[in-house]
């Protein structure tokens, strides 16, 4: 969940954070048999990352969708920097209400110890251009995370959770996932990978899936594309939210998460479209998570103090985002707004 390229295959090594372990694994026709919802507006929020401030700003957004069937799919890695009880509990009340999958931090919080030596450590599966020190890190961060959900005795519900969730709005056929289309914990969909992706088949899962639309996060860095169908020249589209529990843009502190709704449904009042675009009667944005970073700057201090792993891996970007431009996120048919 650190900021990396994703040039290099993710998974290739087999220590702890960087091995994709088998159940993680899945293919395309898996994600026609997954758990489906049907609404006219639909948001799907990746990465919230333990942030309460985020939480908090995304319920009051959603508070004000004023028609239609609104749906929520929280589609993986919730809990990251919620090591205090009290904070991790506040993020499990909030997605509690919504329609929660789980990522690869839900999935390593509930997986039991190894007994054959094993370890997917935070389960990234962090590509070899990673340096050994962020997965290290990241790996102490899952450690103590884990601490958090045994005392609560919470882990169990975390690994029942879904990996996969499909979701009709109108006649737009939409996947969740929380990593690609083959792994809960691939990188095919970051925004260095996706490219090749499109050239290594991508396509084809979705005829397989019988879906338009993949959303997804995991890679942390947003990105939207679209492209058409290999055997009817429909459009398809990826569309990766990024974060919406941390900065994602050079110079930023909001989040960024996904908002699907059929044409005529516009976005709440106070919502800031990034970019967006047209797809079988519907409009598929990127949605703006203008939380209070200061608030969530003192709450993640108070978790990750000066020196800690988490503060170590993550503290600049928080303050002052990443080095990724908001123009680099919209390809193909989606526009800046």
Request: aromatic share 6%; proline share 4%; with cysteine.
């Amino acid at each position: 969940m650190a900021v990396v390229s994703s040039q290099d295959e993710a998974g290739s090594s087999d220590g702890p954070g960087r091995c994709c372990p088998l159940d993680y694994r899945y293919e395309a026709r898996t994600l026609r048999e997954a758990p489906t919802l049907s609404c006219d507006v639909l948001w799907v929020v990746g990465g919230l990352y333990g942030n309460t401030e985020a939480l908090a700003c995304l319920q009051s957004l959603i508070s004000r969708e004023s028609e239609g069937r609104v749906e929520v799919v929280v589609n993986g890695d919730f809990h990251w920097f919620d090591v205090d009880p009290d904070e991790f509990m506040a993020i499990e009340a909030g997605v509690g209400r919504w329609h929660a999958m789980r990522g690869n931090v839900e999935t390593e919080l509930a997986r039991e110890p190894s007994t054959d030596g094993a370890d997917a450590g935070c389960g990234c599966a962090y590509p070899d251009s990673v340096d050994q020190a962020d997965v290290d890190r990241s790996n102490a961060m899952i450690s103590r995370l884990r601490e958090t959900a045994r005392n609560l005795r919470v882990s169990a519900s975390l690994g029942v959770l879904p990996m996969l969730r499909r979701v009709e709005v109108g006649a737009l056929r939409v996947g969740c996932v929380h990593g690609d289309d083959q792994s809960l914990s691939g990188w095919r969909l970051a925004h260095d990978a996706l490219p090749v992706s499109r050239e290594q088949g991508l396509p084809a899962t979705f005829d397989a899936a019988q879906i338009d639309l993949i959303a997804c996060s995991h890679t942390c860095l947003p990105v939207a594309d679209t492209f058409e169908s290999l055997t009817d020249r429909r459009r398809l589209a990826v569309i990766n939210n990024g974060a919406a529990g941390m900065a994602n843009f050079t110079g930023s502190t909001y989040g960024v998460v996904t908002r699907i709704a059929l044409d005529g449904r516009a976005p709440p009042a106070g919502a800031r479209v990034l970019y967006r675009t047209a797809m079988r009667g519907c409009e598929v944005a990127a949605i703006a998570l203008d939380f209070d970073a200061t608030r969530f700057l003192e709450r993640f201090d108070r978790q990750w103090p000066a020196g800690s792993p988490g503060a170590v891996s993550y503290r600049d970007r928080l303050a002052c985002g990443p080095a990724y431009a908001l123009a680099g996120a919209a390809r193909g048919g989606f526009r800046a707004a």
